[in-house]
């Protein structure tokens, strides 16, 4: 590694835009359950495809939604510009666009009065108290000795529970704690039975449930009576309160939540199916997945839908554009034209003189070449006073060894010639 490479800043982890909002959204829906959103609906659009688009909003803010079609078939109203609603969403975001937006489950209309606002007053006090704490919350037992209930001997809950734990682990005691689950005094009497089951200790779990039904019908759970019986109860308590989208205050009290009975039932029970319920799991997140990749796609599709040009529209713009190129084109051959006989006209005056120094630069070459010529010349050898020595037969005398005494031999120099007699011979050094 060079010195130079030292002090070079390392480059950092690149993310692509589509990495980044897959990322985010992975991060949204993990972050966020299923949740209650209420607001005013605005922008309302009901694509071809059946899917609605729309944001809902208060005085301070807004958020968009989408609610696919599988899912607002099963509403039985429409729902209007400036309606005041309760929806049920995944917070998550359209990695298309980036886009912040609730994939809404399911839609109610909000305002449901004293009894509402009952509970949300109670729901926030309650949970400024740190009843809903996690950190206050107990594991269920995985293999409890006895399961205790609090409900009626005479809802159909019980006898929803009771099939449920026979089939699961039939050897496991039973212990009802009976009370009115609706109806004057309710609370109380739900209130008691817990506490009762505290006190004797007898149980390692309490399920505390009722069936369905409407705000009014499951009110008994709002009581805080209630719900300060499930945060002292010295066993571990799941509620199992009505279907899966009704919430109560038991339930956030409560150390878990099942979405029903029967469902409180089986997560009391040691399972014996853990592989077939890991397959069950992987198929719901498959089919998860498969759906989002579904949704969005769908989603994309009306994306591109809005941005659908009419094909006259297209055809005007591109009469429009075609002119343009064509003036374009028209100017850019003037241009060209212009160019090619200017050139042509300065062709003969260039080709003149470059055919000149054409010449010239031969001339000059000949010149030398000459020079060179004359001074490599014999000739002129002879006029700086050198002479030439031919034996008889012409060859010339480069060494004195190859002479005789008496030996004729012909010098020739730069005017003349003479004949001479080798009188010595001198060796050469």
């Known amino acids: 590694m060079t010195t130079a490479s030292l002090f070079e800043p390392r480059r950092p982890n690149v993310l692509s835009v589509s990495a980044l909002n897959r990322m985010a959204r992975e991060t949204l829906e993990r972050g966020f359950p299923l949740l209650w959103v209420a607001g005013e609906i605005s922008n309302l659009t009901r694509a071809a495809s059946g899917h609605w688009y729309f944001s809902l909003k208060d005085e301070h803010a807004q958020v968009r939604c989408?609610?696919?079609r599988n899912r607002n078939a099963a509403l039985d109203w429409v729902p209007r510009e400036g309606d005041h609603v309760e929806?049920?969403?995944?917070?998550?975001?359209?990695?298309?666009?980036?886009?912040?937006?609730?994939?809404?489950e399911t839609l109610q209309r909000a305002g449901l009065g004293a009894l509402f606002e009952a509970f949300e007053r109670l729901k926030a006090r309650l949970e400024k108290e740190g009843l809903f704490a996690p950190a206050r919350k107990r594991p269920l037992p995985q293999h409890p000795?006895?399961?205790?209930?609090?409900?009626?001997?005479?809802?159909?809950?019980?006898?929803?529970?009771l099939t449920t734990l026979r089939r699961r682990m039939s050897g496991i005691p039973i212990v009802l704690y009976p009370a009115p689950v609706q109806g004057k005094g309710a609370a109380e009497r739900i209130a008691q039975a817990i506490r009762a089951a505290g006190e004797r200790g007898?149980?390692?779990?309490?399920?505390?449930?009722r069936g369905g039904g409407s705000i009014e019908d499951l009110w008994q759970f709002n009581e805080e009576v209630v719900a300060r019986a499930i945060a002292e109860s010295p066993i571990p308590v799941i509620s199992g309160i009505g279907h899966e989208t009704d919430f109560t205050i038991a339930d956030f009290v409560a150390d878990s939540?099942?979405?029903t009975p029967t469902a409180a039932a089986e997560l009391v029970t040691p399972d014996r199916q853990t592989l077939l319920r890991t397959a069950r799991a992987l198929h719901l997140r498959l089919r998860r997945q498969m759906q989002h990749l579904l949704d969005k796609h769908m989603q994309h599709t009306d994306f591109l839908a809005r941005r659908l040009v009419h094909p006259g529209e297209k055809a005007r713009r591109q009469r429009e554009r075609l002119g343009h190129l064509q003036t374009?084109?028209?100017?850019?051959?003037?241009?060209?034209?212009?160019?090619?006989?200017?050139r042509l006209q300065t062709l003969p005056q260039r080709l003149q003189t470059a055919q000149s120094r054409h010449l010239q630069h031969h001339r000059e070459h000949l010149r030398h070449l000459e020079q060179n010529l004359r001074h490599l010349s014999p000739d002129s050898a002879l006029k700086r006073g050198y002479s030439l020595v031919r034996q008889p037969d012409g060859s010339l005398v480069r060494d004195s060894a190859t002479l005789r005494?008496?030996?004729?031999?012909?010098?020739?120099?730069?005017?003349?010639?003479?004949?001479?007699?080798?009188?010595k011979v001198i060796a050469g050094k």
């Open 257 to 259: 939540r099942a979405p």
């Open 328 to 342: 374009r084109l028209q100017t850019a051959l003037l241009r060209l034209t212009d160019r090619a006989n200017a």
């Open 405 to 423: 005494l008496k030996q004729t031999l012909t010098i020739t120099f730069a005017r003349g010639e003479a004949e001479v007699e080798v009188g």
């Open 87 to 104: 929806a049920r969403a995944l917070v998550t975001l359209y990695e298309a666009r980036g886009d912040f937006q609730l994939t809404v």
């Open 145 to 161: 000795r006895q399961i205790g209930i609090v409900t009626s001997p005479d809802a159909a809950a019980l006898r929803d529970v």
């Open 202 to 209: 007898e149980c390692d779990v309490l399920i505390v449930c």
């Open 66 to 68: 989408v609610m696919f």
